[in-house]
């Protein structure tokens, strides 16, 4: 049996007729930056995020960036965020000019420990960006405690998070902005590229759409130095199609957990040795399934040798970066987001994924473990 790690053909060919439709729409229009497709998907996600305003952007990447540069977060400054991440939150803050500051996980949910934040703030500090990692949200109500108290901006990277839920609040609404990603293998992809950042705040949704456009405004003025962070119509009416089905994959993505929880009970390993995802939020959107397993790289070569997709997300954590190593960290200093990074692995837990191939993958890793038990 073939378990791919993520089946976007299986996707896109349950809803073909509709996605190509709306992108013949818009070639017909010939009207691909921003316009009316891009406002339509723009209310459709604030909407969905329980936010008042969301500005459509040409990444998740762009979405992190442009919060930073609309609150001039630059050179000087000090931004606080999880090193267990894609490299684009750090990357963002970075290219700013202002400096990173990393901060372990908590290894049960691997998201940000909010206990350690307070001890790293300066009075360079500007920011917090939490990361709602694999599809669960951070514990935010500490974290904005913590930033209210010290006057500082929250930053939701949410760009795994799409529809998430913390204390009946969306991922997105609860700090002062929230970042989306529509990289196709998110919960909610694209055709491409694509982001868009969230907020309740007038003030600031007005200026994430002048930043957005080489800080233009009114046009060839600008006061700001912005950039081309737009996001296309192409994009815009393929995530509109696809936001109609997200709750359902969401529910899907949700079962299949569950399923994989099950079979591991069954199978006599949830817990010991197969430490499995904890639930801690009202809703988790399971962007990925992730376990901790004993001799991880072994596993990866026996799944691969069975045709089991499988993923290692993320291998080295951002403060071991080779480009942060002017930073100063060393190994040893974040003890548990090293600790994942050498024992975690996603599973395939894409919404169409069947019954046998979950079975199947669970029958795999319990064939490995054997295999490793008896040989040591
Ligand atoms: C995917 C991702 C991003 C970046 O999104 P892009 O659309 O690929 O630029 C940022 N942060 C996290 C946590 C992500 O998973």
């Not at 965020?81 to 684009?88: G, P």
């Not at 790293?120 to 108290?149: C, E, F, N, W």
């Not at 997200?246 to 010991?272: C, S």
């Not at 894409?350 to 040591?376: F, G, I, M, N, R």
Request: with cysteine.
């Amino acid at each position: 049996m073939n378990v791919p790690m993520l089946d976007l053909k299986a996707q896109y060919q349950s809803i073909k007729a509709e996605i190509d439709a709306a992108v013949a729409d818009v070639l017909e229009s010939q009207y691909f930056i921003l316009g009316p497709k891009v406002k339509e998907c723009e209310a459709a996600i604030a909407e969905y995020s329980s936010c008042t305003y969301a500005v459509g952007v040409a990444s998740g990447t762009d979405a992190l960036l442009i919060s930073l540069m609309t609150e001039g977060i630059g050179a000087g400054d000090e931004v606080i965020t999880t090193t267990y991440t894609f490299f684009a939150t750090a990357g963002s803050i970075a290219r700013t000019g202002a400096t990173p500051v990393f901060v372990d996980i908590d290894p049960v949910t691997y998201n940000i420990n909010p206990e350690l934040i307070e001890s790293k703030i300066t009075s360079k500090t500007r920011a917090i960006i939490p990361v709602h990692l694999y599809g669960q949200t951070a514990d935010m109500d500490p974290i904005m405690a913590i930033a209210q108290k010290h006057g500082l901006i929250v930053i939701e990277d949410a760009a795994q998070a799409i529809g998430a839920q913390y204390k009946g609040r969306r991922a997105g609404s609860i700090g002062h902005y929230g970042c989306f990603s529509f990289f196709p293998s998110k919960n909610l992809g694209g055709a491409g590229d694509g982001g868009m950042v969230v907020t309740n705040n007038a003030d600031r949704a007005e200026k994430l759409a002048v930043m957005r456009a080489h800080g233009s405004k009114p046009k060839y003025h600008h006061k700001v130095i912005g950039g081309n962070f737009r996001l296309d119509a192409i994009q815009a009416a393929v995530v509109l199609v696809k936001l109609a089905h997200l709750d359902d994959w969401t529910a899907g993505r949700q079962a299949n957990a569950a399923r994989y929880d099950k079979l591991f009970g069954e199978a006599g390993l949830a817990g010991d040795p197969i430490v499995l995802p904890k639930v801690l939020t009202d809703r988790h959107i399971f962007n990925q399934y992730i376990i901790r397993v004993p001799r991880r790289d072994e596993l990866i070569a026996h799944l691969k040798e069975k045709s089991v997709g499988c993923a290692v997300y993320y291998p080295v954590p951002l403060h071991l970066q080779e480009c942060f190593a002017n930073l100063g960290y060393e190994q040893g200093d974040l003890p548990h987001s090293e600790k994942a990074a050498a024992e975690t692995l996603a599973l395939p837990i894409y919404p169409e994924l069947t019954d046998e191939q979950a079975k199947y993958t669970v029958d795999c890793v319990a064939e490995h473990l054997e295999k490793a038990a008896a040989s040591s």
